[in-house]
């Protein structure tokens, strides 16, 4: 089999819910468009996201993108909220001061979203047998569960566990891949933090993840991995960069992918 985009997957609001979509357009940044558009700052213009607040992990979103608007499910209430993302933004950005308890801003960048890395903004990339290879490491848990942990953009299939770590070389040196008709430079694997060692939905601590991701991360490292990138080894999925001869071009779930160099 070819490798192909099996998903793609966006992050409107940093750190809450994801949603699946069948196709995605890449902005001049390399970022996706919608994906991490906007982001929850506290009053000290800190980003408000699972690394410093767990009960993030709490609130249930939903969004429609055609529409600019955002469902919140606040927990212990059966009532859900909708708020238009453009026009209502107030009014969400009290329901979620409430529910966290202090003061929150909700702050918008189009052009290239709120990525953790911001020298590579591109979409962070990993493979469906990779999920399921680390799911396996864990039990109790599954596929589902470990991608809404690690919450990366694109995924491939059609290939074995790991294949994405091609897309990465020594340090300083890019891979250059194709997705469909859209041009993509590997960078580097992306190192984890805190928040996938907990349950997506409650927030709870999995007693010894990073340990176990580590050594078994390690033991699984396929022999032909550049392996100047792992300083240590709590990283998965390829972090990327846009050719910008691809801006404006769209991802499509079924587009073929082919490694350029």
Same mark, same amino acid.
């Given at each position: 089999?070819?490798?192909?985009?099996?998903?793609?997957? $966006?992050?409107?609001?940093?750190? #809450?819910?994801?949603?699946?979509?069948?196709?995605?357009?890449?902005?001049?940044?390399?970022?996706?468009?919608?994906?991490?558009?906007?982001?929850?700052?506290?009053?000290?213009?800190?980003?408000?996201?699972?690394?410093?607040?767990?009960?993030?992990? $709490?609130?249930?979103?939903?969004?429609?993108?055609?529409?600019? %608007?955002?469902?919140?499910?606040? =927990?212990?209430?059966?009532?859900?909220?909708?708020?238009?993302?453009?026009?209502?933004?107030?009014? $969400?950005?009290?329901?979620?001061?409430?529910?966290?308890?202090?003061?929150? %801003?909700?702050?918008?960048?189009?052009?290239?979203?709120?990525?953790?890395?911001?020298?590579?903004?591109?979409?962070?990339?990993?493979? %469906?047998?990779?999920?399921?290879?680390?799911?396996?490491?864990?039990?109790?848990?599954?596929?589902?569960?470990?991608?809404?942990?690690?919450?990366?953009? &694109?995924?491939?299939?059609?290939? =074995?566990?790991?294949?994405?770590?091609?897309?990465?070389?020594?340090?300083?040196?890019?891979?250059?891949?194709?997705?469909?008709?859209?041009?993509?430079?590997?960078?580097?694997?992306?190192?984890?933090?805190?928040? =996938? %060692?907990?349950?997506?939905? #409650?927030?709870?601590?999995?007693?010894?993840?990073?340990? &176990?991701?580590?050594?078994?991360?390690?033991?699984?490292?396929?022999?032909?991995?550049?392996?100047?990138?792992?300083?240590?080894?709590?990283? #998965?999925?390829?972090?990327?960069? $846009?050719?910008?001869?691809?801006?404006?071009?769209?991802?499509?779930?079924?587009?073929?992918?082919?490694?350029?160099?």
């Amino acid at each position: 089999m070819m490798p192909y985009l099996a998903k793609i997957l $966006l992050y409107p609001v940093k750190s #809450l819910d994801g949603i699946e979509v069948e196709n995605a357009r890449v902005l001049a940044s390399g970022a996706l468009q919608h994906d991490r558009e906007f982001a929850i700052f506290d009053e000290q213009g800190r980003f408000v996201n699972g690394k410093r607040h767990a009960k993030i992990h $709490l609130l249930r979103a939903q969004f429609a993108l055609f529409n600019r %608007t955002i469902s919140l499910q606040i =927990p212990d209430s059966d009532l859900q909220r909708i708020f238009h993302l453009d026009e209502e933004r107030q009014a $969400l950005e009290a329901t979620l001061s409430d529910f966290l308890g202090f003061g929150v %801003t909700l702050r918008q960048n189009s052009l290239m979203g709120f990525p953790d890395d911001t020298s590579s903004p591109g979409p962070t990339v990993i493979s %469906t047998a990779t999920l399921a290879e680390v799911a396996s490491w864990f039990p109790g848990l599954n596929i589902d569960e470990i991608r809404r942990r690690m919450r990366a953009n &694109i995924e491939i299939d059609g290939v =074995p566990a790991f294949w994405e770590d091609q897309l990465f070389s020594e340090q300083g040196d890019l891979v250059s891949f194709r997705v469909g008709d859209v041009d993509f430079f590997g960078v580097k694997p992306c190192q984890r933090c805190i928040v =996938p %060692t907990r349950d997506s939905y #409650l927030g709870e601590a999995y007693p010894n993840f990073q340990k &176990i991701f580590v050594t078994q991360r390690q033991a699984t490292l396929p022999n032909w991995v550049a392996s100047s990138p792992f300083n240590h080894f709590y990283r #998965l999925s390829v972090n990327t960069e $846009l050719s910008p001869s691809s801006a404006g071009k769209i991802l499509q779930i079924g587009d073929e992918i082919d490694i350029l160099s």
